[in-house]
């Protein structure tokens, strides 16, 4: 029986944030090729590995749709997460230094990704001074995204760890549809490997920002009543150029 053919109008959608979109070329061809001959779409499962680390692959990926997790397991078998991969970012990068990947990625939903063949990047990089300026922004992007979270480890309260969190998913996920509010597709578990704090401390940071009125939270669902505060209370600088969550977004 053959596969199913995507959706064209959704797969332009889905890519619409990617920051490997100008790499594709969706328009003008032909129904059973929207993806580009660069970007191959394919799916992870929820709980399954994209790669581990090890792994020589070649490849870096953007997600689509869903979320990624990228993971490194001490000695004794004590999980930390590096950090989250929402839909256009990327994922991969590590493997670019060394052609080997340092980290483990899994999936934390049924996740829809683009795999780009590095030394394809890297040719049409080279024929395009575009697409190298671009290739550059990815590259900062991603070092941007370690500086973030440095800079939340850094903080020395729970709950400006939490509030720093919650606002940088709110300029990477809720913003991006124009709304205040964003569905966690992480676990609490998840957010406090990534924090370095204990579950019970994420959830009760989680409450306090409640109970001050900054949010309100239904399960995995956070609204963000006051974003400001919840600012002041991650203590992020007023101005927009001060802050390395704003540069990002």
Sequence with gaps: MAAPVPDITLLRRSCAPCTLRQFCQHVGLPQRTPGSALGKPFGVNRGDSLF????QHGRVYAVRTGAMKTVAVTADGEEHVLGFHLPGELLGLDSLATGVHCAEAVA???TQLCEFPVQGILSRSASSPELG????????SSALGCRVHVDLLLRRQADERVAMFL????????RR??????????SREDVGRYLGLALE???RSLTRLQEDALIEVSGRSVRVLDEDRLRGVAMLPDTPSGSPLERQA
Excluded: C, H, K
């Design 52 to 55: 581990r680390a090890g792994d």
């Design 108 to 110: 934390l939903a049924d």
């Design 133 to 140: 300026a671009r290739m550059l922004q990815v590259l900062g």
């Design 167 to 174: 606002y940088d998913l709110l300029l990477r996920l809720g």
């Design 177 to 186: 549809d124009g709304q205040p509010s964003l569905t966690l597709p992480m």
């Design 201 to 203: 401390t994420v959830s």
